[in-house]
C-alpha cells in the first residue's frame, strides 16, 4: 500500500505566485487533514474533510482553500503565496476518529516562499 | 482548543525514565500520541480511549484521566532511538453528536544521550 503520498516533495515559489499541493490516499479513508509546521513548532491544523464533499477550516485557514471531490484526493491550494507560508505541509488521513484509529501521514511538502 | 504538553523539552541519558503530559481545555473523547524523528513525518504510537482502551506501542505506555483531560506519556528505560519530538493529538467534537477533527499541541523535544 503507498498510504499518504503528497506532491511535490519540496517548492520554492516567488511571493504572489500559487499553488497546489496535493494529497492522495489508497486506504478508503474519510478523514484527511492539512497540517502546517514551522521549524521548531507542533503541527497546526489548516483545514479538514471528513468526506467527499465536506471540507471545514482547522486553526490557520487564512491564505488557503480546499477542496474534496473525491474520497482520495484532498489538494491545498496556495493563493498569493508570501513569506510566511513558509513551512512544511503534512496530509494526514484516518478511517474515523472517536473510536481509536490512528491518523496516518504523508511525507511532507517542504515549502519556501521568497 | 490545541492540547498543552510539558516539558517543552527533555535530555535523558539512556535508560532513564521520563514523562510528558498533555492536557485540554474542552472535553476529550481520545488522546494519541505520536513521535516525529527530525526531516520526518509523525509516526503513531498510541490512542487511548474514554473507558480505558489503549491501542498501541508495546514498549511505551500512557495514562488518560478523562476527568482532568489530561494525559501522560511514560517512556521507561529510555533507548537512544526514543530521541525525537513528541506530539500528543486531541480528538474533539465540532458539532453536537457531529464530525471530529484531530489537533496536536506544541511537541515535547525528547533527547536520550548515551
Known amino acids: 500500500n503507498a498510504g499518504v503520498t503528497q506532491t511535490p516533495k519540496f517548492r520554492i515559489l516567488k511571493i504572489g505566485q500559487s499553488m497546489t499541493l496535493q494529497c492522495t490516499q489508497d486506504?478508503?479513508?474519510?478523514?484527511m487533514y492539512w497540517y502546517r509546521q514551522d521549524p521548531g513548532m507542533g503541527l497546526k491544523l489548516i483545514y479538514y474533510s471528513v468526506g467527499a464533499g465536506i471540507t471545514d477550516k482547522g486553526e490557520v485557514p487564512n491564505g488557503y482553500n480546499v477542496s474534496r471531490s473525491t474520497t482520495e484526493d484532498f489538494p491545498l491550494r496556495l493563493e498569493l503565496a508570501a513569506p510566511s507560508q513558509t513551512s512544511v505541509y503534512f496530509c494526514?488521513?484516518?478511517?474515523?476518529?472517536?473510536?481509536?484509529?490512528?491518523?496516518?501521514f504523508g511525507q511532507g511538502t517542504r515549502l519556501t516562499v521568497v | 482548543q490545541q492540547p498543552v504538553q510539558s516539558p517543552q523539552a527533555v535530555i535523558l541519558r539512556e535508560g532513564e525514565d521520563a514523562v510528558i503530559n498533555c492536557s485540554s481545555s474542552?472535553?476529550?473523547?481520545?488522546v494519541h500520541w505520536y513521535r516525529q524523528k527530525h526531516g520526518e513525518a509523525p509516526v503513531f504510537l498510541m490512542i487511548l480511549l474514554k473507558g480505558g482502551e489503549q491501542k498501541g506501542h508495546d514498549k511505551i505506555s500512557a495514562s488518560f484521566n478523562e476527568k482532568k483531560q489530561q494525559s501522560s506519556l511514560y517512556l521507561t528505560a529510555s533507548q537512544l532511538s526514543y530521541s525525537g519530538t513528541y506530539f500528543c493529538?486531541?480528538?474533539?467534537?465540532?458539532?453536537?453528536?457531529?464530525?471530529?477533527?484531530?489537533?496536536f499541541g506544541k511537541g515535547t523535544k525528547l533527547t536520550v544521550n548515551p
Open positions: 493529538g486531541t480528538e474533539i467534537a465540532v458539532t453536537q453528536g457531529g464530525s471530529e477533527k484531530l489537533v
Open positions: 486506504m478508503n479513508h474519510n478523514y
Open positions: 494526514a488521513s484516518s478511517p474515523t476518529t472517536g473510536d481509536g484509529t490512528e491518523a496516518f
Open positions: 474542552k472535553a476529550l473523547y481520545s
